[in-house]
């Protein structure tokens, strides 16, 4: 029932230590919520009645994180005497445990902080702070004087160790996200909360609870309040949980969408011809590809996926023959490298989510391509993404992968120093050979670098030879 990893132990061991001083102590948050659904959870957080200096004394290794929050962590080797037991092993890399004090908030005035906190005694306290009922539960691992992980049981007896002041067993049981509390008023005080609750009901597949939902879409509008680095963080943990088009769908529903990406809403209506896209308009091309995201997967594919057709709205045009969009891939690149601006991408994730926008449609005519060009094709960073996208792109319209199949065993067959080789001839050589420095260096080698990729040369003679062909001296 209870896992016997040594994320578990440690934490378990903080729990014994902390009530042997005579401190409360529990597992609280995500990590009983995951628990009780039968997830393992990634981390464990302990909230305990001991204030930070009395948890920074107690534990040889700890490192006071959010000291003024009241959260400081414990490295594990000196957190539970069982942990080291049977495994050669040391802690390093291993998560340490966070160790929070009760607390209760003092007002918010920046829509995302406490201006302070106040420690306190009280469990129920503690939990009265936290965001939504699945999140407020705290679980007494010793219940009865017997440590959980020591005894056989069922779920029955994971539940009877827990303490539960908000009704969130109820709400896990009925598969809802509710706030604790006036839902209102916990957005207001910290807006990033909204999207939080949308994660969470896409992650498990819950619903939002009719007054959270609705105070969500009452201040949706607030969310500007919270940093872009943080709105971006959410949206890319949404993207990559595997539940993106739920959580995009909830977004969009709760109007929260139209606040942080515009440029997705205005995809709803967009037609497309429906010869090459018989699934619909681009809204719900873009959700059916957001819907094959898998879990853990890359940033920049599921940032890519998401904006690979966002030109097409502006670009909209009932042609006489059929709807095009013409320039649509040149607009997508600009709105793309907006949007990474807007979200403060690195320099490295907006190159890579732009060049999945830039090369999505070049697919089209890889059967085609000329040797050398399929190989500089290849040549595009990440070529997987790449890859992957097409692939996402076809299954969310006509469902043909010819040329996914097409390319996927072309690149399979092509080791990387035929796709990469060593250039036969250098400027140097260039020079060596009496050509003056200049602009056209760059034809030579590049005319050079096609027939070494077409396989017409192989050699520096044959590359030399080839420029004296066509460049005089
Ligand atoms: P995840 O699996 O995504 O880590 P989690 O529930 O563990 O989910 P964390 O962000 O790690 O989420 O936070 C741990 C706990 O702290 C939450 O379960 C919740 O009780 C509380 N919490 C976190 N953020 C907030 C917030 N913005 N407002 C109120 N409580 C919060
Ligand atoms: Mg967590």
Redesign the pocket.
Known sequence: MLPASRQFEAALGIVKKLRSEGYEAYL????V??LLLGRE???Y?VATSATPDVVLEMFPRTFAVGAHFGVVLVAHCDAAETLQRGSSEGSEGEKPTEVATFRSDLAYSDGRHPDGVRYTQSAEEDVQ????TI??LLLDPLRGGISLSERRGGEKLLRSAVLDYVGGVADLDAGVVRAIGDAHKRFEE?H??ML?AV??AARFGFELEAETRRAIRALAGRIHAVSRERIRDELT?MLTEGHARRAFELLDETGLLAEVLPEIVRMKGVEQPPQFHPEGDVWVHTLMLLDQLPAGCAATLAWGALLHDVGKPPTFKRAPDRIRFDGHVEVGVAMGAEICRRYRFSNEETRQVLALIENHMRFADAPRMKESTLKRFFRLECFDEHLTLHRMDCLAAHGNLDIHDFVRERRAAMPEETVRPRPLLTGRELIAAGYPPGPAFKEMLTLVEDAQLEGAIATAEEALALVQQRFEK
Do not use: I, M, Q, S
């Open positions: 609280a948050g995500g990590c919520r995951d959870p990634l981390d957080d702070r936290r965001d939504f999140n407020g910290d990033l909360r939080r994660r969470f943990k």
